[in-house]
């Protein structure tokens, strides 16, 4: 408790605010690197002073994305560019340290009126200087900490100002020796681990230097709310439909006098048709929080994660009106959901289990490292990449420890898209201490006691709960990747900053410590993460609240061409590890033997294509294994990881620029709530039901194709289940064993109503008695009849038919692309790909996507049987 109180006032300095009166200083910066001028801050800061020398500037950006805007880097996504890049270790701080500069207007039209500057993140250094004053008394440290200052007395009376701020890199910024976080000691700061280097990442040569988020001007009344509080209290167990017993709404904010009187007033909001406020006085230079009656919400829209129920969101705008004139001096508009987050050990799984609404929810995640390892950040590609994970029937991601707290706009997509988030917090038992390491610079004992700076890691933690409590997609908080931070930080985050800061929610002690999930089986308690026989998926136990498993990841031709030079494209030998250098630098790991039972790849175009059948097959196994044995061995499963912030070539569900490979739809297809299932160890067919709905008079279908097309329908029969539970049916394997012994063959589930209604289907292609494809190395063509019209502007309706008399159409490939260039058109968004059309059947996919001027969209479509072809849209 002494430690939280101690801490406030740093962050009453530096607590951030955002309202209808503010705006984004994000164009017309200028910078130049610290050896380029002797001038200092309050010279280089007077509008008079001529920016000789200084270049244009990318801002919110790090250094590094300013010499790539410029041209002066190649790109480091591309091949070996990044070793043509000096790396901050070689060559000092100074080649990394620069000037921001901005020029904006901004004036006082009223006296009362206050104007504030915020940082939303500078990395990891800075002095701030406007108009030739310093604003900052001493430098400034942290990644994650905020900034604000009121500028209103040092603005200029013509409105005509200018900011210049320094920024200085971390220090140490760690040596990147190839070991995880390099040697380690990029962690004695208080920022991101990665950029150092990872067994994933290659190191970013400036550390991610710069201002690296948001920079904004607030104008304001002499009372300004600050980190408004919403908590919603939903009791009992809900259920979707029907009406709703009420639930409570708490609203807290603070109030930050500016003025040189005590300011008087109602603080108020509206919901639900319904006023409700409180009448407070703050002091001068006060600041105050102050709590709102508690509003009891009737029949309240609740907020569910994806696949459960819909994701109701509730607005409402917090006003501060002063008692003299009755004039509005701030307002805050806030964006919430209804839901309570609870969670319980389960005694039979001996794992955590996470309860919304007072409803279990079986956790189907994914582990996120970052947007983009430049931090290159934007509302849009947020969107984008959490509308991935929904679409991939997950529902929670991990924000991993080595990393970010997530910005705003990345928790306003989880909001929207309904995927719950656990936070961790910046550690990682790479860089922090858990193990021994020879890669390391310093011993166990010093690790264990990083960062330098506790006080500046609690004042971080106290400022970034403030951010982000609000949004109901936040679940769980996390006190590292791996391991615990340093005692004393656990104690206090746990104890006083967030019971005290949110209260709402489980802080677990890392990431896969006992308290999460009992670990019997010895070692680190998450993975493993390479390639599997899917038979281990469904057969072999592991942890129980898995916080870490995985497998392969890398895209299909088009997307290597995006990196990997054409001299580069060689095939990677399993049996020998030859790999080329472009391929290990980007991190490739191999698919083995289980790309050549497809038969031998001719090209790396056949090797990649082959890739995507594994990368289908291995994560719809994943998915559908845990699911088999949820709340008997499990309570949770997160992919080690569903994207890369760069070229990779491992452990990614869609590339750096957003083209999804089969991992995507391999797990929306195993991942789908409600789905039919098979376990290729033992052949039982089952039932996954993630709903809160029981199922009754559901026909379960069972059926064969050979490779001709030729069907045999081995049983059908009306069955039910129970809500968030599996269930086994039948064993079919006596039957396959003897059909597939020669070529392999499909096998065919789907599960339809009692009005013929299909629910859920499920194709598997089978191997033969050897463990080969070789039936599928023989398939005749497929040609497929396909239309694609236009349903609504950037909404494409794709039919592909396959007739009676052809095998099975297998494995198609769907892409949105420039007709004239023949390249995709991203991010684009498919209801389902790599789709396999069955004799007779016909399939309906639907395509979104944001159309742009002057751009002719049409459909390519091939498949492992179906040559390519170009489909005009209609």
């Known amino acids: 408790m002494r430690i939280l109180k101690l801490l406030l006032p740093l962050v009453c300095l530096i607590s951030f605010s955002a309202h209808a009166q503010q705006y984004e200083l994000n164009k017309g910066w200028q910078c130049i690197n610290i050896k380029k001028t002797k001038d200092y801050g309050e010279k280089i800061s007077q509008p008079s002073y001529h920016l000789k020398g200084f270049m244009n500037a990318t801002v919110p950006g790090t250094v590094l994305t300013n010499l790539l805007d410029n041209k002066m880097i190649p790109d480091p996504f591309y091949a070996l560019n990044n070793e043509k890049i000096p790396d901050i270790y070689n060559t000092g701080s100074d080649y990394y340290t620069y000037w921001f500069v901005k020029d904006f207007n901004e004036k006082i039209n009223k006296e009362g009126d206050q104007v504030w500057l915020h940082f939303r993140g500078i990395n990891y250094s800075c002095d701030i200087f406007l108009n030739g004053h310093k604003l900052n008394e001493k430098r400034f440290y942290g990644m994650f900490l905020r900034q604000q200052y009121n500028i209103t007395q040092w603005l200029a009376k013509d409105g005509k100002n200018r900011l210049a701020v320094i920024v200085y890199p ?61 908590i919603t209290l939903v009791p009992g167990k809900r259920f979707i ?8 709404i708490k609203v807290s904010a603070e109030l930050l006098n500016a003025g040189n009187k005590t300011i008087a007033g109602d603080l108020q909001y509206e919901l639900g048709g319904e006023k409700i406020s409180t009448h407070i006085s703050v002091a001068a230079g006060a600041n105050v929080t102050a709590s709102l009656p508690d509003f009891v919400l009737q029949n309240p829209k609740l907020w569910w994660p994806n696949g459960y129920g819909p994701q109701n969101l509730y607005n409402i705008n917090v006003k501060f009106i002063n008692d003299d004139a009755a004039a509005i001096s701030d307002v805050e508009h806030i964006q919430f959901g ?55 029937n997950l529902n929670l991601i991990r924000v991993w420890g080595g990393a970010l707290t997530e910005r705003p706009e990345f928790y306003d997509a989880c909001d929207k898209y309904g995927l719950l988030v656990m936070q961790d917090f910046w550690n990682s038992g790479d860089c922090n201490g858990r193990w021994l390491d020879p890669m390391k610079k310093e011993d166990q004992w010093t690790r264990r006691k990083y960062p330098d700076s506790h006080q500046l890691f609690l004042a971080s933690v106290i400022d970034q709960v403030k951010m982000i409590r609000n949004h109901p997609s936040l679940a ?49 308690g998450d993975g493993p993460y390479q390639i599997q026989n899917i038979n281990t998926f469904w057969e072999h136990q592991t942890f129980p609240f898995n916080s870490e498993v995985g497998s392969v990841g890398m895209g299909d031709y088009a997307s290597l061409e995006r990196f990997i030079p054409k001299e580069n494209m060689i095939i990677p030998d399993f049996t020998s590890r030859k790999i080329d250098s472009v391929w290990r630098y980007h991190k490739y790991i191999g698919y083995d033997h289980y790309i050549d039972a497809y038969g031998k790849p001719k090209d790396v175009k056949d090797f990649a294509d082959k890739a995507q059948l594994v990368n289908y097959d291995q994560y719809r196994a994943l998915m559908e294994g845990f699911s088999a044995h949820m709340w008997e061995w499990y309570t949770g499963v997160i992919i080690w990881k569903t994207q890369n912030p760069w070229t990779a070539l491992r452990g990614q569900m869609y590339d750096y ?53 030729k069907d045999s329908l081995l049983t059908q029969v009306f069955s039910e289940i129970e809500p968030t539970r599996s269930k086994k049916y039948l064993s079919v394997k006596p039957l396959l064993d003897k059909l597939v012994k020669d070529k392999g063959a499909f096998l065919y589930l789907s599960l339809s109503d009692e009005n013929k209604r299909l629910l859920s289907d499920n194709l598997y292609w089978l191997p033969d008695s050897t463990g080969n494809y070789s039936g599928l190395q023989e398939m005749k063509k497929a040609i497929v009849n396909v239309r694609a019209n236009e349903k609504a502007k950037g909404k494409v309706e794709v039919t592909v038919s396959n007739s009676k008399d052809n095998p099975v159409a297998f494995f198609n490939r769907l892409s949105l692309v420039n007709i004239l260039t023949k390249k995709r058109i991203l991010p684009t968004f498919y209801s389902d790909n790599y789709i396999s059309v069955l004799p007779g059947e016909e399939r309906k996919i639907t395509i979104d996507y944001t159309p742009v001027a002057n751009e002719k969209a049409a459909v390519e479509l091939y498949g492992w049987n179906v040559d390519k072809q170009y489909i005009d849209i209609k």
């Open 170 to 230: 971390p220090d140490p910024v760690g040596n990147p020796n190839g070991g995880q976080g390099g040697d380690g000691t990029i962690a004695k700061n208080v920022s991101h681990q990665y950029v150092a280097g990872w067994d994933w990442i290659q190191p970013i040569r400036d550390r991610n230097t710069g201002i690296w988020d948001k920079v904004t001007i607030e104008k304001t009344g002499a009372i300004n709310i600050q980190n408004v509080h919403v």
């Open 241 to 248: 439909e029907g009406n709703q017993d009420p639930a409570t």
């Open 476 to 524: 769980l908080w996390c006190g590292g990747n791996e391991i615990t931070p340093p005692e004393d930080i656990l104690v206090a985050m746990r104890d006083s900053i967030i019971p005290q800061l949110d209260g709402t929610r489980y802080l677990i002690e890392y990431s896969n410590s006992d308290s999460m999930s009992y670990n019997p089986f010895g070692g680190n």
């Open 338 to 392: 209804v839901r309570e987050i609870n969670t319980n050990w389960n005694t039979v799984t001996r794992s955590r289990e996470v309860l919304v609404n007072g409803q279990k929810i079986f956790i189907k995640g994914g582990n996120w490292i970052v947007s983009d390892e430049m931090l290159r950040l934007s509302g849009d590609r947020y969107d984008a990449e959490i509308r991935f994970h929904r679409d991939m």
């Open 657 to 709: 620029y957003l083209d999804p490979n089969a991992c995507l739809y391999g797990l929306h297809n195993g991942s789908e709530p409600f789905h039919v299932m098979y376990n290729p160890a033992d052949g039982m067919v089952m039932i996954a039901n993630n709903t809160f709905t029981s199922k009754h008079n559901i026909m379960l279908q069972v059926k064969m194709y050979d490779m001709n097309g």
